[in-house]
């Protein structure tokens, strides 16, 4: 009997499932963002009204970049 780290089909399936857990977390984000504003997309609320005026670009600008910062950060670990 072959041990599981000597079997070449274990070995493959496993290098190609290492993107999965972070396709999964990033698709779960999306549908969660996306189901956030239904009601902009079913005209109840006009795009251009579904902003927060409290916050301004330059924290969504920072928030974004720290987002792609620790992304890479963990790509690169």
Do not use: C, D, H
């Not at 993107?19 to 956030?36: D, H, Y």
């Not at 927060?52 to 950060?73: D, E, H, R, W």
């Amino acid at each position: 009997m072959k041990k599981a780290y000597t079997n070449r089909l274990f070995l493959g399936l496993a290098a190609v499932t290492i993107p999965f857990p972070f396709l999964g977390n990033e698709f779960g984000w999306i549908t969660a963002e996306v189901g956030r504003q239904p009601w902009i997309v079913y005209n109840l609320l006009r795009t251009s009204e579904g902003y927060s005026a409290t916050v301004p670009a330059v924290q969504v600008l920072f928030s974004i970049v720290m987002f792609t910062l620790i992304y890479a950060l963990l790509f690169a670990t």
